[in-house]
């Protein structure tokens, strides 16, 4: 048997003050066959966020993403000394393109602007023999050779011919990260860094001990992570810019693994195909009290009104291409381009139309139309108590919860263990939302969605300096949940609204009914057989009688052929009366 270690590369250049005359090299491996990545990076762009003078949130420009600095925790004398001891970061994937299957507005791939995507990362593939990569050193090739690495460029069908093109008409892949997206995904790393990572230059934060999760020698911190990711190119790359960003000070090249699945078979978003009872429960719920209440609000009337007159239809899922459009500083369509505080130059090429519009539906329709189809998505699969998310989430969260205890039960026996400290899992908005949706309607609302880049965090603190009110911590063992820098832990249902850690128990407990990476997946009402969907549209088309005519006939034919196979069958099963089909 051969055995051939992959190698892929991703490298991007930046031009940032602070890593002007800085060019700073990583290997970061990740095996699912043996594979590395490579990321050379100089720079932030700051040609990016021009066009409008606001930007939703969910843009993450660099000022929205420095607004999510993770702050130490909260005093509070009912707890006592405590260290952090775990972290699970969950992230959604920074920007990136379309994803090709969005129809959005009349025009959108036709003018230039919108159609043609042509990205600036590059992906760079090697292969390398077997016991050649040293988790310590990174790459090593035997006589201290040169690796040949080939740029991949997807190029070939770069220039439009009909129906030979590449998806979105230019070099980039459907879905890939642009390098804003890299820049946020970096930016995560240095927020994580600040909070718990300790070197010569770390910033007055950092000297609050009980945070400290890494050591100070950053060459032993690669053995303390684990990095788990589906094998989305977005997601891939989002997760080694954080890590990069984490460590972004070192001169070493360490390996690190990241842990993957097959695509189709992931768990790490609402996955179908794998558990068809998802599907029935997503049926289950366009019809739940909730939507339905939504889906009959004047509001949503209005919206779909709106969508009529302006587009002539239902927009298919008009949140992506209201903020591809807007984050990518594309021209939005002048029915809704009443974003807040647009620029000025937009502002005086108001026209008859809108006005029109205005006075019709109303101010900010830009904003309720995201607002509508947020809670299009998230009221169906948030009634019922969320049952469609526990079923999809419960093995991710028994992923995260395994290492969580083996944590804690390293810190408890005062080992110490191989559990990784730091836990990345680099994912999709429908993940974090799905995720803090199961922990109770307070902790996700239906309005909310995540934006680009968007990071949960799961930290966990042992009480090492007693406790004063053992019936609020009666383990000893706490949590704190952070979304994007605010804390959640006082959202989360049994947990103190007034303190930043809640004891471990609770969470437990939440998620012991669901998180279980054995689920029942089995629908529980059995599709309709063919003949069962014949005579349902029969019973429309034909008229009640014939339909009842046709099934007495086909029951006494069926009847007939049954008997005489049954009287010829050398099957002794069916003799005696026991059939089993």
Not at 101 to 124: F, L, P
Not at 167 to 183: E, S
Not at 335 to 346: A, G, H, I, R, S
Not at 380 to 394: F, I
């Amino acid at each position: 048997m051969i055995e051939l270690t992959i190698a892929i590369s991703l490298e991007t250049f930046y031009k940032s003050q602070r890593l002007r005359n800085l060019q700073f090299k990583w290997l970061l491996f990740f095996f699912v066959f043996g594979c590395f990545y490579k990321r050379e990076t100089e720079a932030l762009s700051t040609n990016d966020y021009q066009r409008y003078v606001e930007y939703p949130e969910y843009c993450s420009t660099p000022e929205q993403m420095n607004q999510r600095r993770i702050l130490p925790v909260r005093q509070d004398n009912r707890v006592g000394e405590t260290r952090l001891v775990s972290v699970t970061a969950i992230i959604r994937h920074g920007a990136r393109t379309s994803l090709g299957h969005h129809t959005c507005w009349e025009g959108y791939w036709t003018t230039a602007e919108t159609s043609v995507w042509d990205c600036e990362i590059t992906t760079r593939i090697t292969t390398a023999p077997p016991n050649t990569v040293s988790k310590e050193e990174g790459l090593q090739i035997a006589g201290g050779r040169e690796i040949f690495l080939f740029d991949k460029k997807y190029d070939s069908l770069r220039k439009p011919d009909g129906t030979t093109s590449n998806i979105l008409n230019g070099t980039c892949q459907a879905g890939q990260l642009l390098r804003k997206g890299y820049d946020q995904s970096y930016r995560n790393g240095q927020i994580l860094r600040e909070a718990y990572l300790y070197d010569d230059g770390a910033s007055p934060i950092q000297h609050n001990a009980q945070m400290r999760l890494f050591p100070t020698k950053i060459e032993k911190a690669t053995a303390m992570i684990r990095f788990r990711s589906d094998d989305d190119q977005r997601t891939l790359m989002s997760g080694q810019a954080l890590i990069l960003g984490l460590l972004e000070e070192s001169t070493f090249s360490p390996l690190v693994q990241i842990h993957l699945a097959d695509r189709g078979r992931d768990i790490l978003s609402i996955n179908k195909d794998i558990c068809p009872r998802l599907t029935e429960l997503g049926e289950t719920s366009q019809n739940s009290r909730e939507y339905l209440s939504f889906a009959s609000s004047d509001e949503a009337a209005l919206m779909h009104q709106f969508m009529n007159e302006s587009f002539g239809r239902i927009l298919d899922h008009p949140l992506a291409c209201l903020m591809t459009t807007i984050c990518n500083d594309f021209s939005l369509p002048n029915v809704f381009d009443d974003y807040p505080l647009q620029n000025e130059k937009v502002q005086l090429h108001r026209n008859d139309t809108n006005a029109k519009l205005g006075g019709k539906y109303g101010l900010n329709r830009f904003q309720r139309l995201f607002q509508y189809d947020v809670q299009n998505v998230m009221t169906p699969l948030q009634s019922d108590n969320a049952a469609l998310l526990k079923l999809a989430m419960g093995p991710l969260w028994a992923e995260i919860l395994d290492l969580i205890r083996a944590v804690t039960e390293d810190s408890r026996s005062k080992t110490d263990g191989q559990a990784p400290r730091f836990h990345l899992v680099s994912a999709h908005d429908t993940t974090v939302s799905a995720l803090l949706s199961t922990l109770g309607g307070a902790v996700w609302n239906v309005t909310d969605w995540p934006p680009y880049a968007a990071m949960v965090v799961l930290e966990v603190h042992e009480i090492v300096g007693g406790r004063t009110n053992q019936n609020i911590f009666s383990s000893d063992f706490a949590f704190r949940l952070l979304y994007n820098g605010r804390v959640l832990t006082t959202t989360v249902p049994g947990c103190d609204p007034h303190a930043d850690l809640c004891d471990i128990t609770v969470l437990y407990n939440i998620l012991h009914p669901f998180a279980s990476r054995s689920r029942d997946c089995a629908p529980r009402n059995s599709p309709k057989h063919p003949w069962q969907e014949h005579i349902s549209r029969g019973l429309h088309t034909r008229g009640i009688g014939t339909v009842l005519v046709s099934v007495t006939l086909a029951g006494i034919l069926t009847g007939s052929i049954l008997a005489c196979w049954i009287v010829a069958c050398p099957c002794p099963y069916l003799r005696h009366g026991s059939i089993s089909l």
